[in-house]
């Protein structure tokens, strides 16, 4: 991790040894190539949020408390001064978050980062979605 990552890491109140932080950081299928939804210039039928899900699954499956760490390091994300980290805590709260965190997402979409805000509206489109009931067909 460079230094101006472990700074930031650690102005968050992170730990910037932990592995969290590293995957988070440094590796992972989210980031600023991310994709919410097929587009143009993403192979056919790849979606980033799929491939996120299913690597965030495995790591979950690895080590059972991958994920109440990985939240705590996304949302100590959402108050970086660094807009990939921003939009790196917006995508994992994405696939591991809940209707809970809506309220720190909320706010992230009048960003002066237009990434950062589209994210944060994709995010609160997926969040608000896992609390919508499918209907049967």
Not at 106 to 129: G, I, M, N, T
Request: charged share 25%; net charge neutral.
């Amino acid at each position: 991790m460079n230094v101006s990552l472990t700074s930031e890491v650690s102005r968050l109140g992170g730990d910037p040894s932990d592995s969290v932080w590293e995957w988070f950081l440094l590796n992972g299928p989210h980031g600023g190539h991310f994709t919410w939804g097929p587009t143009r210039k993403t192979k056919a039928r790849y979606i980033g949020l799929v491939h996120l899900k299913e690597v965030v699954a495995d790591l979950s499956q690895r080590d059972p408390a991958f994920l109440g760490r990985a939240t705590e390091v996304a949302v100590r994300a959402l108050g970086s001064h660094m807009s990939e980290v921003i939009r790196r805590g917006i995508q994992i709260l994405a696939v591991i978050g809940d209707k809970e965190l809506i309220d720190k997402i909320v706010p992230l979409v009048r960003h002066s980062d237009a990434q950062v805000a589209a994210d944060a509206k994709a995010c609160v489109f997926e969040l608000k979605r896992k609390d919508t009931p499918e209907v049967a067909t």
